[in-house]
């Protein structure tokens, strides 16, 4: 649950400080440090996002990063690069805020080396808060909404050609033949995975209950506390189905939680650990890019499209809120056409 005090966060500050193209602002600080109205409103909107929309924490630290850096910016304080805005006269107090305060806190952005793709999620961070403000009447009008946001630039993402998928899934399952509860963990976790294609935080946040053996599918709680069922194959299923019963029962202690996945202490295994294992996987497989856990989710989108799924679908099973980001993996699977055209046609150069 998101933090809601500022005795709380000062205890915490070491946790969250935000990335700067020359150097880290911490962010806690620049909280602590704005007028207690103002403070007061940003915890309001901490509780909001926690609570009324249900958002994970990662996501309330992240939506809460952007409108710190906002409103530090607009009382002066040094949020940028290190380097402090100009101190407006106007610009004190939630209401005070501006298009132009806006516009002015991007482009010190752009100066200080941001790139386009932060830009334009820290724009949209700030209009949903601009937005939420002048639901509250903090705001008279809502600045937020003449704002206009740099269009991204949207890398394609590495992944796994399906032979490689293949023989990591192989080395895996090898080493869960030598019936050791952590090896069988571990596989379990890499079918389901490339399997399911769902995200790493749904991967840890899934109980044994979760997992419909019969039906072969689970049912996972996504962003904004989205339930979805995903289903599985015959190879995940042979996977959990040993870890269950020959590697869970090994880790499970007393005090356990009912996770489907459990570290060497018998608790609930965590996303730093299922990305160490997913490295460590792929590093033993020639030619594999490097990747972790998200790599594998977009691996099984590209591999689930070239299979001729339709984007629908995979949107459902991927759990995106729009069609747009599924979009990507088409052009994903046109690259590496091309790629392979460009390899392999006697006319290509």
């Not at 309001?44 to 996501?59: F, N, V």
């Not at 040094?78 to 991007?106: E, F, M, N």
């Not at 039906?215 to 709680?221: A, E």
């Not at 030619?287 to 989108?301: D, K, Q, W």
Request: charged share 25%; proline share 6%.
């Amino acid at each position: 649950m998101a933090v809601l005090d500022r005795s709380r966060r000062m205890a915490q500050r070491r946790r969250v400080s935000e990335p700067s193209p020359r150097k880290r602002v911490d962010l806690h600080r620049i909280r602590d440090e704005l007028p207690p109205s103002v403070g007061a409103i940003v915890d309001a909107y901490e509780r909001h996002l926690g609570l009324e929309r249900g958002l994970s924490a990662h996501t309330v630290r992240a939506y809460l990063a952007d409108v710190v850096s906002l409103l530090g910016f607009q009382h002066g304080l040094p949020v940028v690069g290190g380097t402090r805005s100009i101190d407006r006269s106007q610009g004190h107090g939630v209401a005070a805020l501006d298009l132009t305060t806006l516009r002015a806190w991007l482009a010190a952005q752009r100066t200080a080396g941001v790139s386009r793709t932060t830009m334009a999620r820290r724009s949209a961070s700030a209009r949903t808060f601009t937005a939420w403000a002048h639901r509250r009447e903090h705001l008279a009008t809502d600045p937020g909404a003449r704002l206009a946001s740099p269009r991204p630039h949207r890398t394609l993402p590495a992944v796994l050609r399906q032979d490689q998928a293949g023989a990591l899934l192989d080395a895996s399952k090898k080493g869960a033949a030598e019936q050791d509860a952590v090896a069988l963990r571990d596989h379990a976790l890499l079918e389901v995975l490339y399997a399911t294609g769902i995200r790493v935080s749904e991967l840890c946040g899934l109980d044994v209950d979760d997992v419909d053996l019969d039906r072969r599918v689970v049912v996972v709680l996504g962003k904004g506390a989205k339930e979805r069922t995903v289903p599985f194959g015959e190879p995940a299923l042979r996977a959990i189905v040993d870890w269950l019963l020959r590697g869970r029962p090994a880790l499970a202690r007393p005090t356990s939680p009912p996770a489907l996945l459990l570290g060497a202490r018998g608790g609930r295994f965590q996303p730093a650990s299922v990305r160490r294992i997913v490295h460590q996987a792929l590093n033993a497989i020639p030619g594999a890019p490097v990747m972790g856990p998200h790599g594998l989710r977009h691996s099984a989108a590209t591999h689930l499209l070239e299979g001729g799924a339709d984007l629908r679908s995979v949107q459902e099973l991927l759990g995106h809120a729009t069609l747009a980001t599924t979009q990507l993996y088409t052009h994903v699977t046109v690259e590496r056409l091309k790629a392979i055209h460009d390899r392999t046609h006697p006319r290509s150069r």
